[in-house]
Every structure is written in structure tokens, then in C-alpha cells.
């Protein structure tokens, strides 16, 4: 059987019988050379696919980055006289296929003995994640009990709900589809944390996540279900990427604005022309293209106009779309297959959350800690095992506490929490003040409210520590509610020369199962972008089949109902002629071992 996708050069394919051979040098690349737009996750793998795969010679390879540092939005880093910062962090799972067949070829930055995802592997096998507590409140006391406390009713919401045609949800919100009960519920608080869903977020976009790990639903009211790295993400995912692309002589040129890519467009072909580019100084740095120059364009970003605050001021809130979102509407104003940007960064109030990077540099704060999740910061192992939200914060406030030490010379005494808020224009409940008006020190005190530390204890507490908040206008652009022909293809129909990378394109499987918000995500659209434009002879892995799994659809159905046996609305002769069918069958054992009977 042949799988469908959008482009018929794309072959997509499952298993490791693909995987696990190595391509052979695609005819013609060595008179190919590449420029990439961008230096995030997207553009870093289509890099690396085309010197692994491709066989094409890294001098040949050049980055286009407005940055001073790659990596886009998976960053880490110290900034000077402030502390260490990140805006955000990636969950991971075992289907990551297209990330662990890149990560499995290149060395780790803690062990270049190691591969990437050895060293992911073992860390995860030593040290396999969960969570003692996912919801607190009153200022740290613990309110879930590990249960989605959903009931049949619910439960039945969400099945119909996941059966529902993408059709049918595009341009509609998650309040428009989900009853206010399913909105109110422990469930929808696990997962809109977990993810950063707003209840105006796109309803497809939901469904989409919700049939994607339906294979981890089990795992996610103790969050056994995720994975995470040793090291900061910059660390442990982005290094061994560009050091594999530098020692490969690839190209990165920094300061570097991409403001258009001009387009020849027929009825038979699109051909990238020209790149519009300019330096950080203003002058222009141009490229004109042939039909043998690739071009692959990193449009849009959840992290574009970040604007970062301080101990002792707050992080301006940028909402002006520029850089790469100007790129994208440059690009779309030339075709209506190019997508509408304006979908995704039109609207900043319902796309904008705030993150800030809190470090304690004494053992106060992190008794506190310990005293939620019953371990110790300390040691280099699992501490909340992902977010931990306070349901009762007016903010929503949510955070979480990663292995430490987390980054590379990162004092021993010194634990890094990680804190954001999705709601950022209500006041806070010890600082009466939106999120968006404090300060890094005001974050700091709202936290420690909100994790147990007496009212008498937070301002000298405070004090022991260093917060860098990060406002970001854009950081759930991608889950704005669209439809079909919004996001342009990874390679439109019949182009040539050019590909679309990241969060903002639309992969090429039919009909597309990949969700965003994830590294995989932008993995999957490099991989499409470098097999189709150069002629690889591998499948693409398809995304990962378990909403076609009866085995994971039973095990999540009794999963929602924590358990408990699914109430099924049928006549009692109806029941009883079904099971005296069923009965001394591989399906009635089926349903014996999944827990329905």
C-alpha cells in the first residue's frame, strides 16, 4: 500500500527498512548548493539531511541568520550580569522518528562517544521521568490525585471530538467545539499547561495533538509519558548539529536579514530568483538564484521580537510583527499558495505568553521544592518531572524545576527554575500587577507564594535570587485557528528550488498528522524539504501510527475514565447478543486485557 502525500516525489514509509540504509549521492547535487533562512531546529536538520543524505559538500551549504547565535527558538544560555535565561522547552517521546534517525548519526556534546540519542537514551533509562505533583493549590499544596477525573460523559466528548474531520474544525476555537464542563475540568488544566492551549487555540489543532499521542495518554496525569535531556536543549540538541554542519565546512552568516525571496512563477513552475537580504549595518547582501540553487525558508516564528526584562525591570512586549514574519508576508503577497500570515501574527493578545528564568543561588528556596515533589533539586536527577501549575493562580502559573546542574558551569548551589504564565494581563495574587507589568523580582515573589514560602519569608527570599523574564508575542502563534491553504506546503505544487521550514509549513503526508509546538515538527519539514528538492531514495518515516492502533485506542479510552469501564449506551439484548459473539474470540480477550470487559 502506498501511502498518500501531497507531492508525489515524496515517499513516505514506516518500519526501519528505509531508515537504516544509506542514500546514495542523488544525480547532479555536487552542481547544488543550498542557502538556508534561519538558524532554528527546522533549517539546523536540513542542513545535516543534506550532507548525510544528500551528499552534498557543506562549503556548498550557507545560513542566513538576523541572530547573533543559532538554534531559533530552542535556546539556552547565561546573559551577562543577568543569569542564565531560556524562553522555553520542548517534552519529548519516543515517536520523534525523523529527530532520533538525525540524532542517532551525530555525537553528543556530554559524551562525543555517544550518539545524541544514546546519550538521550540512557539518561531517560537511568533516570525515567514521572511526576509526584502536577497541580498545587493553595500557595503548594497538592491538588490532583493523579486521575483525569473525567467520567463516562466527558470521556464520550472527547472520543466524538477525536473523530471529528479536519474539515470540520478548521477556523474554529477549542471553546466553540469543548463543552464548559470539558473546559472546567482536571483534564483540560493537565493538558492547556502541559502544551500552553488557550481556550481560543485552534480546535484542529487539538485534534491533531489528541490523535498524535494517543499512545501517551496513559502517561500523561503522572507525566511518565515525556522525556527529557541532560543538558539545556541548546546543549544536548542544537551543538551536535552545528558542530556536525562546522566540521563539515558549512557556512553561518550572522547579522544577516532576509527580507523577501523573489519568485518566478508559471502555470508549470515556481523557481526561487533572488534572495532580498541585508547586513546589520544596512547593506545589501543579495543573492541572485538559479534553478540549481536551493532555498529553504524558515517563515514565521514563535519566538520572534522576544523582548527580554530584567531583576528590576519588566520584558517589553513587542508587538509589532518583523523579521521573519515580514519575510513570510513579503513571500505570500507573491502567491496564495505561499499561505496568510497575517492568520498567525495578527493577533497578539491571544498568541502572547510571558516565561521567566528564575535561579536560586542558596538552599532556602529549594527545601521548598523538595517539600512539593519529595525530591531534592539536587544531584542531576528527575526533580518535578515537567510542569507543575497552580490552579489557583491568577496568572496560571505554571513551572518547573529540569535535572540540574542544567547548564554547563552552572554553580552547585545554584537550582534553575523555569516559570511562565498564560495569562498575562489579569493582576497576580500577591503582586497586584499583570504579568506582563512585573519585574523579574515581582515574578520571583508571585512564585514563591504560589510554591508555599510564608508571606513573611518572600521579600528576603526574593532576594536570593535572579530572575530574567522574556515576553513573547508570538510563542502560540502556530495554534491560532486556520484552515487549509494557510500554512503553504513544505514544497508547493510544482516548485523547483525552494522549501518552507518550520512551525508555519505544511508537511507533505495526506492528510497532514503531525502537530506543532514540537521539535519533531520541524525535523519532519526539513527531511520532506531536502528528499523532495534533491532526490534522496528513502521514505520519509511516516508520522507514527497509533490512533490506527486498537491497542492504544482501547488502552486511552480506559485511560480517560481512570480505569473504570466504559458505560456503552446500548440495549441489554444488544449487549448480551454482542457478547455471546464475541465470546472465545482474540476480540473479547482483546478487550479483557484493555480493561472494556
Not at 525571496?261 to 547582501?285: L, Q, Y
Not at 526539513?526 to 521514505?539: D, I, N, P, Q, S
Not at 473504570?564 to 446500548?570: A, G, H, T, V
Request: proline fraction near 4%; charge should be negative; include cysteine.
Amino acid at each position: 500500500m502506498k501511502l498518500k502525500t501531497y507531492d508525489d516525489r515524496l515517499t513516505l514509509t514506516n518500519g526501519n527498512y528505509h531508515s537504516l540504509v544509506n542514500a546514495r549521492k542523488p544525480k547532479g547535487i555536487e552542481d547544488k548548493k543550498a542557502y538556508l533562512v534561519g538558524t532554528g531546529i527546522g533549517a539546523l536538520a536540513a542542513g545535516c539531511f543534506l550532507i548525510r543524505d544528500a551528499h552534498m559538500e557543506g562549503s556548498k551549504i550557507t545560513f542566513l541568520e538576523q541572530l547573533d547565535i543559532p538554534g531559533g527558538s530552542l535556546d539556552g544560555e547565561v546573559r551577562q550580569n543577568m543569569g542564565y535565561v531560556a524562553r522555553g522547552g520542548r517534552e519529548m517521546g519516543h515517536h520523534f522518528e525523523v529527530l532520533w534517525d538525525l540524532f542517532s548519526s551525530l555525537p553528543s556534546t556530554e559524551d562525543p562517544s555517544m550518539s545524541v540519542l544514546d546519550h538521550f537514551y540512557y539518561t531517560n533509562y537511568d533516570d525515567p521521568n514521572s511526576s509526584n505533583c502536577r497541580i498545587t493549590e493553595k500557595q503548594g499544596v497538592r491538588y490532583d490525585d493523579g486521575k483525569f477525573n473525567l467520567g463516562q460523559d466527558l470521556a464520550k466528548e472527547l472520543a466524538a471530538f477525536v473523530a471529528m474531520s479536519d474539515h470540520e474544525l478548521e477556523n474554529k476555537g477549542i471553546e466553540e467545539i469543548f463543552s464548559e464542563d470539558l473546559l472546567n475540568s482536571d483534564f483540560w488544566t493537565y493538558w492547556r499547561t502541559m502544551f500552553a492551549f488557550e481556550n481560543w487555540h485552534s480546535a484542529l489543532e487539538m485534534k491533531l495533538y489528541m490523535n498524535r499521542f494517543i499512545h501517551h495518554v496513559g502517561g500523561l496525569p503522572d507525566l511518565s509519558a515525556l522525556q527529557f535531556s541532560r543538558h539545556d536543549q541548546y546543549t544536548s540538541f542544537v551543538k551536535p548539529m552545528i558542530k556536525y554542519l562546522e566540521d563539515n565546512n558549512a557556512k553561518f552568516q550572522y547579522g544577516v536579514t532576509v527580507n523577501n525571496v523573489e519568485f518566478s512563477i508559471s502555470d508549470d513552475k515556481k523557481v526561487a530568483k533572488r534572495i532580498d537580504a541585508t547586513d546589520k549595518n544596512g547593506k545589501d547582501v543579495s543573492i541572485e538564484l538559479t534553478e540549481k540553487d536551493l532555498v529553504f525558508i524558515t517563515n514565521g516564528s514563535m519566538t520572534e521580537g522576544s523582548g527580554y526584562g530584567s531583576d528590576n525591570s519588566p520584558a517589553p512586549f513587542n508587538k509589532e510583527a518583523k523579521g521573519c514574519w515580514n519575510l513570510w508576508k513579503n513571500i505570500a503577497a507573491q502567491s496564495n499558495e505561499f499561505g496568510n500570515p497575517d492568520k498567525f501574527c495578527g493577533d497578539t493578545e491571544k498568541s502572547s505568553w510571558e516565561s521567566c528564568t528564575i535561579t536560586s543561588h542558596d538552599e532556602r528556596v529549594p527545601k521548598y521544592i523538595e517539600k512539593i515533589t519529595k525530591r531534592s533539586p539536587y544531584g542531576g536527577r528527575t526533580v518535578t518531572g515537567g510542569i507543575i501549575t497552580a490552579i489557583d493562580s491568577s496568572w496560571l502559573m505554571s513551572w518547573t524545576v529540569n535535572r540540574q546542574e542544567q547548564y554547563y558551569g552552572q554553580p552547585e548551589k545554584d537550582v534553575v527554575f523555569w516559570v511562565y504564565g498564560l495569562f498575562t494581563d489579569v493582576p497576580g495574587d500577591y503582586i497586584k500587577k499583570p504579568l506582563r507589568d512585573c519585574t523579574g523580582k515581582e515574578i520571583t515573589k508571585e512564585w514563591l507564594y504560589h510554591i508555599g514560602v510564608p508571606t513573611s519569608e518572600i521579600e528576603e527570599l526574593a532576594e536570593s535570587c535572579t530572575a530574567i523574564p522574556v515576553m513573547m508575542p508570538y510563542i502560540t502563534s502556530q495554534f491560532m485557528p486556520r484552515e487549509a491553504g494557510d500554512r503553504p506546503f513544505v514544497v508547493p505544487k510544482n516548485g523547483v528550488n525552494f522549501a518552507f521550514l518550520g512551525q508555519f509549513a505544511e508537511t507533505l503526508d495526506k492528510p497532514g498528522r503531525d502537530t506543532v509546538f514540537t521539535i519533531e515538527y520541524s525535523g519532519r519539514t526539513a527531511m520532506e524539504a531536502v528528499y523532495v528538492l534533491t532526490g534522496v531514495e528513502k521514505g520519509v518515516p511516516e508520522v507514527y501510527g497509533s490512533r490506527y492502533d486498537i491497542r492504544y485506542l482501547l488502552n486511552a479510552g480506559v485511560s480517560l475514565l481512570d480505569g473504570e469501564k466504559p458505560k456503552l449506551d446500548l440495549p441489554m439484548l444488544t449487549r448480551r447478543k454482542i457478547a455471546k459473539q464475541i465470546a472465545g474470540t482474540e476480540i473479547e480477550d482483546l478487550l479483557k486485557e484493555y480493561g472494556v470487559l
